[in-house]
Each structure stands twice: as C-alpha cells, then as structure tokens.
C-alpha cells in the first residue's frame, strides 16, 4: 500500500531529522530518541512532508538517501541527529541506478531543483540551497517569523543582550553592497504589508520604545520589582 512518507524535522533551517512513517508521524513526539528531544526543546522545529504516496520500500530507500546526503552528528558527517542509517537500520545499502533516478526525478519534480551528483563534495552547498528554496514558501516564512520572535521573547535578559551584540556585529561585517540589498529588501517588505500589519507594527515600535523610556529613567532594582 502506498501509504507511506518521507520527512524532515527542521529547526534554525536547517534540517536535523529525516524520517519515514504513514502521515501522521512526522507529527508525532512520541518514540523519539533523546537526543531528538533535546533539539526540539531547545530549538524547536518545523516540520516538511517531502514525498508522499511510497510504498514501505521506497520509503526506506529515500530515508538511506536523505540521511547519507546530510550526514549525521553522531558521525560527524552532518546535522542529522538520526541515529542508524535508515531503511530500518540498513548500512552500507547500494542504491541501483533505477533507484537513483527515481529519486533524483522525485525530488526535482516536488522540489524544484536538482539533487547534486556528489553528496560529499555538496553536502553544505545543497544544505543551504535546500533551505532557501524552503524559505521562499509563503506559510514557512509567517512559521519562521513566528518562531523567532517566539524564541526571543523567551531569552532571559543577558541572552537578549548577547543576542543584540551578535546582530550588531554581522551586520557591521556586512560590504556596502549587502547592507544597501537589506535595504531595498525591506523597503519593499513595508510597501507589500497591509494596513493591518502596519498598525500592528506601529503598536509594536510604541511600545518598545515605551520600554526603553522606562529603562532609562527607572533603576534596575525597580524595573524588576514591576516586571
């Protein structure tokens, strides 16, 4: 039966999980390795449905595929935290040419673009040529935005302050050329936002800035106390 899926669990896009199972698996926690939970819990994720409608077979052969493509940690070969090889517990499996090219046509067709011919060589160019095409997906980028700023406001104090000198650090090491792209990227993001997004974000600026107001004139000690 043709009722089988391949996955990716994906946290600060990049992809650290591949796994396969009927369609409701890829949302489940449970049967989750530890080192699977410790991600997630500091992290988060995402998750991305990449083939649907294999048989159990070609379901684990995409698995073996995937999690050689990205490596594993538990190697050092990539981000995987995946703890076998795939294809229930497979190692060393041989793909034939066939299976290669099923693969390659699957993947080219849903995602877009091609898979490259050398996993090893393009293991980190694919990684980041996979997520940006991931990016440019309408509902991914509104999860992403949410996540981060989920994430910030969860931070403790002094993790928010290094997390502003990190930004502040990249972005002096930005060339002219990459700050005035940032620019115009965001210039246009303002023009495409609706009156509804606007107002939102004027609220949100307002009441940043009455914040910064108060941390400027109140002492530590009583910021904390009315917090």
């Known amino acids: 039966m043709n009722k089988h899926c391949v996955y990716f669990h994906i946290n600060n896009l990049v992809v650290f999980y591949v796994g396969i199972g009927n369609y409701k698996r890829p949302y489940s926690k449970r049967s989750r390795s530890q080192f699977w939970k410790n991600v997630v819990k500091k992290y988060g994720y995402t998750i991305d449905i990449i083939h649907t409608e294999l048989t159990f ?3 684990c052969e995409l698995e073996v595929y995937y999690i050689n493509l990205f490596g594993r940690l538990d190697t050092g070969t990539g981000t995987l935290v995946n703890l076998t090889d795939g294809g229930d517990g497979s190692i060393g499996y041989k793909h034939s040419d ?3 090219n099923k693969i390659r046509e699957s993947w080219t067709k849903y995602r ?3 898979l490259p011919e ?7 160019e694919y990684q980041k040529h996979y997520t940006r095409k991931y990016r440019e997906n309408a509902e991914v980028k509104i999860k992403y935005r949410k996540y981060t700023r989920d994430k910030y406001h969860n931070m403790s104090d002094s993790e928010k302050e290094e997390h502003k000198i990190k930004k502040k650090t990249y972005r002096d090491s930005l060339s002219d050329e990459q700050k005035e792209k940032n620019k115009e990227y965001h210039r246009k993001y303002k023009k495409a936002m609706s009156a509804e997004q606007k107002e939102k ?3 949100r600026n307002k009441e940043n800035m009455r914040k910064k107001r108060l941390e400027k004139k109140l002492p530590p000690f009583i910021l904390n106390s009315t917090s």
């Open 57 to 59: 077979e070609e379901a």
């Open 98 to 100: 066939e299976s290669r």
């Open 112 to 114: 877009g673009f091609e």
């Open 118 to 124: 050398n996993a090893e060589e393009y293991k980190r």
């Open 201 to 203: 974000q004027r609220k």
